[in-house]
């Protein structure tokens, strides 16, 4: 894709380094949204027709531990709905073992709490699968096969991660993994025992873990000619963004790297966003990615609707043309992510993106 170079400066929030602007004449806008909670394929349909008028280009469907186990055929016929409404789709990774992104419950820690699971500094396991376990490698081959035989156009892999209060099931002060492949692996690589203090090797031991493993998985996706999408947690400072991203953009098997920085549950203002688009966009370009910015839907307090047209704005201007919105009409259907006023907060981003779509 021809990308034209707008030769101007701009001052990075927070950072003392300057980037160029892009502006992508060529490159076309895609919008999408995740999709999830409605299992009822006659009001899926609905929704996807409505989504498809409204100018959606792709739907992110979750598929999570409880669809896999119970409404695997259903989703394949949500699939299949969605894509004759003229949508790609893209099935996500949602809360699986809680290793990946999200609110559904897992049944793969409550089996494996002892096989499968992380363990603490202190040597306390936590409800989180680990990566380097066996069984949740064999639980991921199989969610992978469900998942590809459905025949999407890719996978979503929903922010990858080791144990941090950063998310829903996160143990506060501590950190992760210790468990007995971990701390053999760690030997074998390093030739000395994995220590009690987070120190720089165990860093990069964790970060090539989460590579590897989502390596594998996104393999078998390569192999049946379909795509990678690997969202990348924004819950670290910009400059540690940057930093730890890197493992993951030398992956031949991602297509697309993605990020959303969801500065209502930070705690902090939504400028701040345009920080982590600028390094998504300037590490896909040198690693030759699509990047894929989620925008913050949900959780908007009333009156503070419109920053989420900036947040829109800043990604745009920073050169990024791939949206995804999370989620459906401002998480209206799920209490305690909806925003205050959804219907507005729904309103205002679909006539942004309706006048950005406007200007290509
Ligand atoms: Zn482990």
Same mark, same amino acid.
């Given at each position: 894709?021809?990308?034209?170079?707008?030769?101007?400066?701009?001052?990075?929030?927070?950072?003392?380094?300057?980037?160029?602007?892009?502006?992508?004449?060529?490159?076309? *806008?895609?919008?999408?949204?995740?999709?999830?909670?409605?299992?009822?394929?006659r009001?899926?349909?609905?929704?996807?027709?409505?989504?498809?008028?409204?100018?959606?280009?792709?739907?992110?469907?979750?598929?999570?531990e409880?669809?896999?186990?119970?409404?695997?055929?259903? $989703?394949?016929?949500?699939?299949?709905?969605?894509q004759?409404?003229?949508?790609?789709?893209?099935?996500?990774?949602?809360?699986?073992?809680?290793?990946?992104?999200?609110? @559904?419950?897992?049944?793969?820690? #409550?089996?494996?709490?002892?096989?499968?699971?992380?363990?603490?500094?202190?040597? +306390?396991?936590?409800?989180?699968?680990?990566?380097?376990?066996?069984?949740?490698? /064999?639980? *991921?081959?199989?969610?992978?096969?469900?998942? &590809?035989?459905?025949?999407?156009?890719?996978?979503?892999w929903?922010?990858?991660?080791?144990?941090?209060?950063?998310?829903?099931?996160?143990i506060?002060?501590?950190?992760?993994?210790r468990?007995?492949?971990?701390q053999?692996?760690?030997?074998?690589?390093?030739?000395?025992?994995?220590?009690?203090? +987070? /120190?720089?090797?165990?860093h #990069?031991?964790?970060?090539?873990?989460?590579?590897?493993?989502?390596q594998? $998985?996104?393999?078998?996706v390569?192999?049946?000619a379909?795509?990678?999408?690997?969202?990348?947690?924004? /819950?670290?400072?910009?400059?540690?963004?940057?930093?730890?991203?890197?493992?993951?953009?030398? *992956?031949?098997?991602?297509?697309s $790297?993605?990020?959303?920085?969801?500065?209502t549950?930070?705690?902090?203002?939504?400028?701040?966003?345009?920080?982590?688009?600028? &390094?998504?966009?300037?590490l896909?370009?040198?690693?030759?990615?699509?990047?894929?910015?989620?925008?913050?839907?949900?959780?908007? +307090?009333?009156?503070?609707?419109?920053?989420?047209?900036?947040a829109?704005?800043?990604?745009?201007?920073?050169?990024?043309?791939?949206?995804?919105?999370?989620?459906?009409?401002s998480?209206?259907?799920?209490?305690?992510l909806?925003?205050?006023? @959804?219907?507005?907060?729904?309103?205002? #981003? $679909?006539?942004?993106?309706?006048?950005?779509?406007?200007?290509?």
């Open positions: 894709m021809f990308a034209i170079k707008v030769k101007f400066q701009i001052i990075l929030f927070k950072f003392n380094t300057s980037v160029e602007i892009y502006t992508n004449a060529n490159f076309i *806008m895609k919008i999408g949204v995740a999709y999830f909670a409605n299992r009822i394929l009001h899926v349909k609905a929704d996807m027709q409505k989504l498809k008028r409204l100018g959606f280009d792709f739907v992110v469907h979750t598929f999570s409880f669809d896999f186990q119970f409404h695997h055929h259903n $989703l394949q016929d949500i699939v299949k709905v969605s004759d409404c003229g949508l790609e789709v893209y099935l996500d990774s949602w809360g699986v073992g809680n290793f990946f992104g999200g609110e @559904p419950f897992s049944d793969f820690v #409550t089996k494996h709490y002892r096989d499968g699971c992380q363990v603490l500094e202190n040597g +306390e396991p936590v409800f989180l699968a680990c990566p380097n376990s066996p069984a949740f490698q /064999n639980y *991921m081959i199989e969610w992978t096969q469900a998942a &590809i035989a459905m025949n999407t156009t890719g996978i979503f929903d922010e990858p991660h080791f144990n941090s209060p950063d998310y829903l099931k996160g506060k002060g501590h950190w992760s993994c468990c007995s492949f971990c053999q692996k760690f030997h074998d690589l390093y030739h000395y025992d994995m220590p009690l203090i +987070e /120190n720089e090797e165990v #990069t031991f964790k970060q090539n873990s989460l590579a590897s493993f989502i594998q $998985l996104g393999r078998l390569k192999n049946a379909m795509k990678n999408i690997l969202f990348l947690t924004a /819950n670290l400072p910009p400059q540690q963004a940057e930093k730890d991203w890197q493992t993951f953009a030398q *992956m031949i098997e991602i297509d $790297l993605s990020t959303g920085y969801y500065w549950f930070a705690g902090t203002k939504v400028e701040d966003t345009a920080a982590y688009a600028l &390094i998504l966009r300037e896909c370009e040198v690693s030759n990615k699509e990047p894929l910015y989620w925008i913050q839907n949900i959780k908007i +307090e009333s009156g503070r609707e419109k920053e989420i047209e900036l829109i704005e800043l990604v745009y201007t920073s050169g990024i043309r791939n949206f995804a919105l999370w989620g459906f009409e998480g209206v259907h799920e209490s305690w909806a925003c205050d006023n @959804p219907q507005r907060a729904w309103r205002l #981003t $679909l006539k942004k993106f309706q006048q950005l779509k406007a200007q290509q």
